[in-house]
């Protein structure tokens, strides 16, 4: 896991990954191939691109990166999950996972909880409480961790928090055969 407090020093970048605009326009599950087939489309991409290649060397290692915001506000949170090829889980009951995935807190308002619990076991059904990291969401935090463990989100009991999540895939996944973006909706 790698934890960067105050990553993005660009103050053009960080306004606009903290405004209104951008956080309309990625609600969905978005694919990207990659910077090395496709230029950046939008100020998601770009940001990708910047993490992407400042600490791994993915190129010609991965099919390319899939990606989507969360807003969580008071009275909310998320159960234990892993990421995953969530069509191909609907349809066909196959779990895929990547094994490469980051979190990254544009906002955070006046939060209270609202922390990211990763586990350190990939046993999905025995997390213990005693076993898991636990990485307040502060504003402008990268946190780097594989995704295929259990991960949650702790009850916000107040504020609001803003995160554009990434995973890196090895192959495509099935969500993403038929275009690049997946409805929440259809989840």
């Known amino acids: 896991m790698l934890v960067v407090d105050n990553y993005i020093r660009d103050e053009k970048l960080l306004n606009e990954l903290r405004s209104e605009k951008f956080w309309s326009s990625v609600g969905k599950l978005n694919w990207w191939d990659g910077w090395w087939i496709i230029e950046p489309r939008n100020i998601c991409e770009q940001f990708i691109q910047i993490v992407w290649k400042q600490f791994t060397n993915l190129e010609n290692r991965v099919a390319g990166f ?16 892993v990421d995953k090829d969530e069509k191909l889980m609907k349809e066909k009951k196959e779990v895929v996972m990547p094994n490469m995935g980051l979190v990254y807190y ?67 996944p099935y969500t993403f055969q038929d275009s690049e973006s997946y409805s929440r909706n259809n989840k």
Do not use: C
């Open 66 to 81: 899939e990606y989507w915001s969360n807003v969580h506000q008071t009275g909310e949170g998320l159960n234990w999950h």
């Open 106 to 172: 544009a906002i955070s308002d006046g939060l209270d909880g609202g922390y990211l619990e990763i586990a350190n076991t990939p046993d999905r059904e025995n997390v213990e409480p005693n076993k898991i990291e636990r990485l307040k969401p502060l504003e402008n935090r990268l946190i780097m961790f594989n995704p295929s463990y259990p991960h949650r989100v702790s009850p916000i009991e107040g504020g609001r928090r803003r995160a554009i999540i990434v995973n890196a895939w090895p192959k495509k």
